[in-house]
């Protein structure tokens, strides 16, 4: 009776390591975002890029005096030659972005040294969000009139996690946490999608490395 008893005891504390185990599981697929993921793929390149724009920010007379600025990124990621329309509909389209990279001679005393950075717009803004200043990993410049006025509103007004360009002029992916939509810029007015929008029906407008690519009438069933 006491074996028996032994082996039950011993089966149950499986059984509720196993339950532990599958909810720990699924308490972390459910809590990692899209935005956390790709983040997490690329924050070592994205550190590196931000300590690069302060160090920037550093050697400019006007900017280095100024407190609190804000920096907003537009990543400019490449993709698979697979990225289908499909991939658009259920977001796997996260897992076909790869980045790309500017190589910077950086000195190191009397030797240069070729460093990759994080391909990316970067915006510069005062603490009130008012853009200053902008470039990229190579150098950077003041701004006198904005350029980018209505992605910086979206950062400071819909807190974006992440702006995306996968090549198409003024037309941007953004994520917040797990909701992704698309907007074309065109200074004069902002056109917003949903994801699912923009992959039924504005391929046309929107994505014309697509039809270079024969990806719009590739899913038929997508319609």
């Known amino acids: 009776m006491q074996q028996q008893f032994f082996i039950y005891n011993h089966k149950m504390k499986r059984i509720l390591l196993i339950i532990v185990f599958c909810n720990c599981i699924f308490t972390n697929a459910y809590t990692q975002n899209l935005s956390d993921t790709l983040k997490s793929r690329f924050q070592p390149a994205i550190d590196s890029l931000e300590k690069r724009i302060n160090y920037l920010i550093s050697q400019d007379a006007s900017l280095s005096k100024m407190k609190d600025l804000k920096q907003f990124h537009i990543y400019f990621l490449s993709h698979d030659s697979t990225l289908r329309k499909q991939d658009f509909m259920d977001n796997s389209f ?36 008012e853009e200053i200043a902008g470039g990229d990993a190579r150098y950077i410049n003041l701004h006198y009139n904005p350029i980018y006025s209505n992605i910086v509103r979206l950062f400071a007004v819909n807190a974006i996690d992440l702006v995306i360009n996968l090549g198409m002029n003024g037309v941007y992916i953004c994520i917040k946490n797990n909701d992704i939509f698309v907007f074309k810029d065109t200074n004069d007015e902002l056109q917003m999608y949903s994801l699912k929008e923009f992959a039924k029906c504005c391929y046309g407008e929107l994505c014309p490395w697509c039809l270079r690519l024969k990806i719009i009438n590739d899913e038929g069933s997508n319609r």
């Open 94 to 129: 996260i897992n076909k972005l790869h980045s790309d990279y500017y190589e910077v001679d950086i000195k190191r005393c009397i030797t240069k040294e070729k460093v990759p950075y994080l391909r990316a717009n970067t915006i510069i803004c005062n603490s009130n969000y």
